[in-house]
C-alpha cells in the first residue's frame, strides 16, 4: 500500500505486551504466516520482534515486546509506544500469576500511550480448558472495568488469532487519523 513520509497513514504499529511465555511470539506466527511452534524459546530482556502484516489491505507493522527487565531499558519503551495506534495486552488463561499482573502493564500503557489507542486483553491457550486458572468472566469483568475489548485466543486451534488482530477498533482509529 502507499504510504506517507514516516509512514503515518497507513502504516500503524500494533504492540503485544506481557511477560514471556504467555504466546504473543507465537500469536504473531501463527497469524502472519499460520505457524505455530510448540517449542518456541521465551527471550529473556527486551526482545523486538516485527512484522508487516496486511490488515484491511493496509500495512500493519505489528511488534512484540517482552519487557522483563523494562526498568533497564525506559529510553528503548518511548521508542517503542511512539506512533502505537492498537494494542494487545496478552495473558495465559492456565496460569493465574499472568492474569493478576494485567493491572501493572495497563498502568503502563496508560502512561505512554495516548487515550486513543485501542487496547485488547488477550486470554490466551484457551485450548487448555481442563488447566484453565482464570475464568471467562474475570477476563470480561476486567476488561469492562478497565475499558478493554477482550477475546480469548488459542494460538494452538487458531480461535480468534485472525480477530484480535483485526478487531474494527484498530481500523476505525486508523481512520480517524
Ligand atoms: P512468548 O514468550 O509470550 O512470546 O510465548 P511463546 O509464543 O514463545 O509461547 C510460549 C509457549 O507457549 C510455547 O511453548 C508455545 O508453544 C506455547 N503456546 C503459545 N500459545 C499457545 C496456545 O494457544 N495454546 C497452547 N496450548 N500453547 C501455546
Ligand atoms: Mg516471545
Known sequence: GSKGEGGEEYLFK????????????????????????????ATIGVEFQTQCLEIDSKEVKAQIWDTAGQERFRAVTFAYYRGVVGTLIVYNISRRTTFDSVGRWLDELKTHCDKTVAMMLV?????????????????????EAEGLFFMETSVLD????????????????????
Open 14 to 41: 500494533i504492540v503485544i505486551i506481557r511477560d514471556f511465555a504467555v504466546g504473543k511470539s507465537n500469536l504473531l506466527s501463527r497469524y502472519a504466516r499460520n505457524e505455530f511452534n510448540m517449542h518456541s524459546k
Open 123 to 143: 486470554g490466551n491457550k484457551c485450548d487448555l480448558e481442563n488447566i484453565r486458572a482464570v475464568n471467562i468472566d474475570e477476563g470480561k469483568s476486567l476488561a
Open 158 to 177: 487458531s480461535t480468534n488469532v485472525k480477530t484480535a488482530f483485526e478487531m474494527d477498533a484498530f481500523i476505525e482509529i486508523k481512520k480517524e487519523r
